[in-house]
């Protein structure tokens, strides 16, 4: 492994899952890159939310919300990351998450990607397609998932 990619979110498992990819990429003298993705919709809600502000002068970008999402990553991976002797880059990215994961790994010529994987029913699947699931299809290299 030269190069990792490790998917920031917000929930323990994900947390718990940034550190391991953070150790086992100090072991082996590689890099790790830290991605956090801002989708679609939330960027659209947030984007909603703060125009529903009366005198707000001001609006929510795309560049704004790619800021936060690479600020976002920062953050995990300053807390989680504490101790474990291995640099990292944080990355933001805006819209389809496994579209952006994966363009993410390729771009950065990450040969790892680390993922928490979302419990869903059979249903949610079919109808909300599994990120999870595209990645480890799609991916041409080693996907280590955690689920909660």
């Given at each position: 492994?030269?190069?990792?990619?490790?998917?920031?979110?917000?929930?323990?498992?994900?947390?718990?899952?940034?550190?391991?990819?953070?150790?086992?990429?100090?072991?082996?003298?590689?890099?790790?890159?830290?991605?956090?993705?801002?989708?679609?919709?939330?960027?659209?809600?947030?984007?909603?939310?703060?125009?529903?502000?009366?005198?707000?002068?001001?609006?929510?970008?795309?560049?704004?919300?790619l800021?936060?999402?690479?600020?976002?990553?920062?953050?995990?991976?300053?807390?989680?990351?504490?101790?474990?002797?291995?640099?990292?880059?944080?990355?933001?990215?805006?819209?389809?998450?496994?579209?952006?994961?994966?363009?993410?790994?390729?771009?950065?010529?990450?040969?790892?990607?680390?993922?928490?994987?979302?419990?869903?029913?059979?249903?949610?699947?079919?109808?909300?397609?599994?990120r999870?699931?595209?990645?480890?299809?799609?991916?041409?290299?080693?996907?280590?998932?955690?689920?909660?």
């Amino acid at each position: 492994m030269k190069r990792a990619l490790a998917v920031v979110e917000a929930s323990e498992s994900a947390k718990e899952l940034v550190r391991e990819a953070g150790e086992l990429a100090a072991g082996v003298g590689a890099e790790l890159v830290l991605l956090h993705v801002t989708t679609n919709e939330e960027y659209e809600e947030t984007r909603t939310s703060l125009e529903r502000i009366p005198n707000l002068e001001s609006s929510y970008t795309a560049g704004q919300a790619l800021e936060g999402a690479r600020q976002f990553a920062r953050d995990i991976g300053r807390e989680v990351l504490d101790g474990v002797d291995v640099e990292y880059d944080a990355v933001g990215r805006v819209g389809d998450e496994r579209d952006q994961i994966l363009d993410s790994a390729d771009d950065l010529d990450c040969d790892h990607v680390f993922l928490a994987g979302r419990k869903r029913s059979p249903t949610g699947k079919a109808l909300f397609g599994d990120r999870t699931q595209a990645v480890i299809l799609d991916f041409d290299g080693a996907v280590t998932v955690v689920t909660e």
